[in-house]
């Protein structure tokens, strides 16, 4: 082989390691061909718009076991149309994030946007959302084994317990983790003594944990994308979480 055919089959197989990649990093989309996403316009390079910072019931503590104010949830979860259950992950999360990680400056309508094209806040294809925050039935992407378009990954013995799955991974929850990055970020917002990827709660703040990583601001356009983009390397899947989270501060905010 000469060397510019070497040259251009290495550029091929790169195209292909990233083309799957970001397929993996899109798992929730097989779940959402019959979506129906928030009305609003996107503007890129735009931060969804501001609204009002979630509520704690009761002063700060020092653990994970924050409780947002029951009535803040049940006012803003009507006015968004989400589910009280997910509301009450998303104003933890925020909390959490707002005394943890306070330069992120993480917003419930970011995560409620993510938790929305993931998987409809837990409720995709008919399912409910439990009152500890897990979905009446397990929610699982496809089998990552290599065929069709996604990328071939192993199953760690942690991830087993999630999925089933002795060989092959699979996305899990209502915020769609891989094994890998729900292993090094898993954190338990409620206090249970588990981090579990299938509970909203926990998955809510894992999330938070992850996109703050990026180590961007999220009040600021750029960092908003940045952040949103380090959770799934996808322009489509970016403006689709911009415009359902500002679908949903434009509800709260009429």
């Not at 006015?79 to 925020?94: K, L, N, T």
């Not at 699982?140 to 089933?164: C, K, N």
């Not at 999330?207 to 961007?216: D, E, F, P, V």
């Amino acid at each position: 082989m000469n060397r510019a055919a070497s040259i251009a089959t290495m550029a091929l197989a790169g195209l292909m390691v990233l083309g799957a990649l970001v397929i993996v990093g899109a798992m929730a989309w097989w779940t959402l061909s019959d979506r129906d996403e928030p009305s609003s316009a996107v503007v890129a390079l735009e931060v969804p718009p501001t609204v009002e910072a979630a509520r704690p019931a009761f002063p700060i503590r020092t653990d994970n076991a924050v409780q947002p104010d029951p009535a803040w949830v049940a006012r803003t979860a009507k006015d968004a149309g989400i589910p009280e259950v997910a509301m009450r992950a998303y104003g933890r999360a925020a909390i959490l994030a707002g005394r943890d990680l306070p330069g992120c400056k993480m917003a419930w309508n970011t995560l409620a946007g993510i938790g929305w094209n993931e998987s409809h806040h837990g409720t995709i294809k008919g399912r409910t959302l439990n009152a500890d925050g897990t979905s009446s039935r397990p929610i699982l992407g496809p089998v990552l084994d290599g065929s069709g378009p996604f990328a071939a990954i192993r199953a760690t013995e942690a991830s087993q317990q999630w999925h089933g799955n002795k060989r092959w991974d699979r996305a899990v929850g209502p915020m769609q983790f891989i094994s890998e990055s729900w292993e090094r970020w898993a954190s338990d917002a409620d206090g249970d003594g588990v981090a579990n990827p299938h509970d909203l709660d926990d998955a809510a703040w894992t999330a938070a944990r992850y996109l703050c990583a990026s180590g961007a601001d999220l009040t600021t356009g750029e960092g908003w994308r940045k952040a949103v983009l380090s959770y799934n390397r996808s322009t489509e899947y970016a403006d689709a979480v911009f415009r359902a989270a500002t679908a949903y501060a434009t509800r709260v905010a009429s």
